[in-house]
């Protein structure tokens, strides 16, 4: 298959897949068990294609692609313009709330836009229920109750401190992680995404 059809199949799977997330965010899931699964899939497609920031065009990926060969004959493992974060220091607070920040900074704007009427906060009550995120709320295909995000520093820091970069990933995939029950996901689907 050509890049060409590929580009076309992938693009014809993403529109399939918002479509359908479309109708769960106006009408919920299904309690069919079939479609239910694949209104699951279709969030996770979508969910990935936003995460994985799919290039929009040929120009875009070749662009991507040239400065990916330039970093890497460069012997640059981080792009300088990212250095920054190398300096924060994990066990200040103002320098965690940035990583926190910097995680809702990066996501597509789809995504952000899910993201637009729930509170994100930082606690230091994550030892106590054994978590690094919690979700709380019915979704945004439901909406009935308030939703919040609650990311737990204190975990957080606990088991991943010892190493900013470690500790920007994890709080990112942390930040990602309950996005993706706030757009419907419970753990089992959470979890085939690897977050």
Request: glycine share 8%; no cysteine; charged share 30%.
């Amino acid at each position: 298959m050509s890049a060409s059809a590929r580009r076309v199949v992938l693009a014809a799977l993403i529109a399939l897949a918002l479509g359908l997330a479309v109708v769960v965010a106006g009408e919920g899931f299904s309690t069919v068990g079939i479609v239910r699964a694949i209104e699951e899939i279709a969030l996770g497609v979508i969910v990935v294609a936003a995460l994985a920031g799919v290039p929009e065009s040929e120009a875009e990926f070749e662009e991507l692609v040239r400065h990916s060969e330039k970093l890497a004959r460069e012997g640059l493992t981080v792009d300088p313009d990212e250095a920054e974060f190398m300096e924060l220091d994990p066990l200040n607070d103002d320098d965690f709330e940035e990583l926190v920040q910097d995680a809702l900074d990066e996501l597509p704007d789809l995504l952000r836009n899910a993201l637009a009427h729930v509170a994100v906060v930082i606690s230091d009550g994550g030892r106590a229920r054994g978590a690094y995120g919690l979700y709380q709320g019915d979704t945004v295909a439901r909406g009935n109750v308030h939703e919040r995000i609650v990311i737990f520093r204190d975990t957080l820091r606990r088991d991943f401190g010892h190493d900013p970069e470690l500790l920007r990933r994890q709080v990112t995939k942390t930040v990602r992680h309950e996005l993706a029950h706030h757009v419907g996901f419970d753990e089992l689907g959470v979890s085939r995404l690897d977050l």
